[in-house]
Structures are given as C-alpha cells and as structure tokens.
C-alpha cells in the first residue's frame, strides 16, 4: 500500500506539517527492526511506543491471535462472556501482586487511567464515604489523553488547550531535582521527602475529601524520572494512614519493563490498583485494563445498590482477539524468560548509556531497568528542538528513538541484545556529533 496523499491522517501528538513533508513511513517489522518504506532495517529503540515488549510480530503472538480472529471475532462481555477474558484475568492474578486478583479491561492506556479514577469514587461511595471525591495527581505525571487523564497528569501542553477539566483534583510535586540528582542509576538519592507533600494536601483539604493518589512508579513520558528512594513506600504509608487509595499507573512498566512483571514487585510496594496496557498485548492489539485488589472488587461486588456493580465498560472490554494476544504475550514473557534476561542486561544498557557522559549537548542521563534516557541542553528559545532534530538524524540512519521535550529515551523490546544495545548509543553518538 503506498498512500499518494497524507493529509486526511490527522496525526496523533505529531507535527502533521513537518511529518508530511519528511514523512517516516513504517512499512513492516520483525523482532527488533522495522522496515521503514524504503527499505531500510530500523532498529526499535522504543519497542514501538513503550510496547513491543515481546519484539515485533512475534511468532507465538500473531498464530493466537489468527486462531482467535478465526474462532471467534467478536463477542460481547456485558452479560454474556467468553473464555479467553477469564483465562487471562486468571493468569494475571497469579503474576500480579498477592492481593490483586480482578481486573477490569479496557482498550488503552487511557482508558485504563479514567477506569481506574473511576472506580476510586464508585468505590468510596459503595463502602459510605461518598465525600472521598477529590483526586491527587503528581505534576509531570501522564496519565493518558482521556478528561480524569488529564486532569490529574501534570503536563501543561495536555492540560491548557481542553477547558476546566475535572474539578476537585490537586498535584503533588515532581520529583525531578537535576541540582541533587544527576547521571542516576536506578532509584535516585534524594528527595524522598516530596512524598511528604501528601500531608500537605490532606492539611488543606482534609482526608474525608481524598479519594485516591495516582502516580506513575517512574515518570516515563517527561523525561524518565526514577523515584527517589523510599519514596514510593512512603507514599503507601500516607495514603494508608489517611485511608486514601493508591493507584500506580503502570502503563509502561508492567510486563517487564524493570524486569518484573510489574514495578509493584520491582519497588517492593503494593498499590490498591494498577493501571495497564501496552505490553500486556505486547502491543499487538490494543488492550488496557485495571489490576483492582481484592477488597475494592469485593466490597463493590457486595454493597452494590444495583443487580450491575459498576456502570462501566467498553464495547471491547476484554475482546477475544486481544486476550488471545495478551495469553500468548505472557507465554512469550516466561517461555523465553524475558524478565529475567532484563534483570540481568539492565546493569548493560545502565553503562553503555552511561558512557556518553560528556558527549556534545549532553546534560544528563538516567536508567532504570531496561530504559535509559539521555537528557539534552534545549536551543535557547526553542525547548524540545534539539532532540527533535537527534531523533530524525537516528531514523536516517537506522534506529528509532522516543523523544519528550528534551530527553531522548530508549526503552527496546526486552529481547535486545547487547550488540543492539551499543548500536542504539553508538547511532546517537554520531548523530549529536553532527547536530547542532
Ligand atoms: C503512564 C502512562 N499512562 C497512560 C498512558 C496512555 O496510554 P494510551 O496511549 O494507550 O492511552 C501512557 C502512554 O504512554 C503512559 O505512559
């Protein structure tokens, strides 16, 4: 298929102007490499958009989802069912942490986070503390594109063009501090305090108005930011000393990400829900969904007003192709070991980024896991441009990197391997020689 004309494709979170004059047109994939349209290996540095954690067009994921889509194309699942939704909830909660056994699905990550809101109130309101509304966020947080997404996230381009958003919704602080920590591995040393803003917002608008907390366990699309240590935890203590839910959008960092099934385990610290998608499919068919603790899905279950517990749901809530995709992603995840194989390459990707150190532009650089981001000094007047420019001068000369504002982030498929690896940093160093 070779489009002659772009412009009806109103791109998503792209420039449309300068894509469709320089378009970077994907034609095929396999493994770690696209095919770019003219006939180019493109090594995935980003695993897609944070997904393919499986690598692309994986075997054992594209036979079950072609035996799905010929068994069963479509089936509802509000009062009817179809097993395979089952079988997935079921293997999930094997893997998720111990008392997280329900799961609600959506389509998207988005979704996922406006589900996940969603339940937080209904939940509230179904145990008698229907005055718990008001929804804590963090600033730099994303939490997808949908109104409750947004209204928490802290991303002020996602926030200033749609209005009011939700009301009753207050922000953490970030916890990114460049002055203490630098060149991170990991979790970072200082600022476990900033979790101690929580009291703040409780001083001012009391726990009986606090439904729940949502944070990204790290902070992925601005710029990478691994919590400071103890952080996270002290988090869980607040939240549970003013009896206020905590919700960890795991987006990007379940499915082995820090190579653990999610970073719940990685981080040691049980959230009362988890948002997911991305490589719950490994990104082969859209799918997002919430991981729910056993006493929100109980008490809800039990205290219910109404024969249905929860006014909720997507016409593809657990869609048969897309738990057939999520059933063979995890069998792909543990028959190759991938989580393990992360565990033991992340120290790898750690130095080898790391190692660009003093390179030209470069001001700072963080890994966690298997990511790694290389932050860059912003042109004067013309924030996000440089890195801009880095990214194009990698795709010409053969991979594919994620760029937020400034940073450079790398997060490829979990099968990478280590020559992959030194090709991804060996291609950015070349290319930041040539950008100005
Ligand atoms: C932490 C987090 N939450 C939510 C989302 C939104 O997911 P989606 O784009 O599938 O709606 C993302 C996407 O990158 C994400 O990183």
Redesign the pocket.
Known sequence: MRPNNLDNFWMPFTSNREFKENPRMIVSAEGMYYKSNDGRDILDGAAG??CANAGHSHPKIVEAVTKAVRTLDYAPTFHFGHPAAFELSNRLAERFPENINHFFYTN??????DTALKIALAYQRSRGKGSKTRLIGRERG????GFG?ISVGGIVKNRMYFGSLLNGVDHLPHTHNPAKNSYTRGEVEHGCELADDLEKLVALHDASTIAAVIV?PFA??TGVLAPPKGYLKRLRELCDKHDILLIF????TAFGRLGHMTASEYFGVEPDMI?I??GLTSGVV?M?GVAVKDNIYETMVENADAPIELFHGYTYSGNPMASAAALAALDAYEEEDMFKRTRDLSPYIADVAHALKGEKHIIDIRTIGMVAAIELSPRPGAPGARAFDVMKGCWDKGLMVRVAGDTLAYSPPLIVKKEEIDQMFEITSAVLRQVE
């Open positions: 958009l944070w998207s990550g988005s979704e996922a986070v994303y939490h997808g594109v997404g990204e992925g699309s959008d795991e987006v990007i948002t998608a991305k859209p997002g």
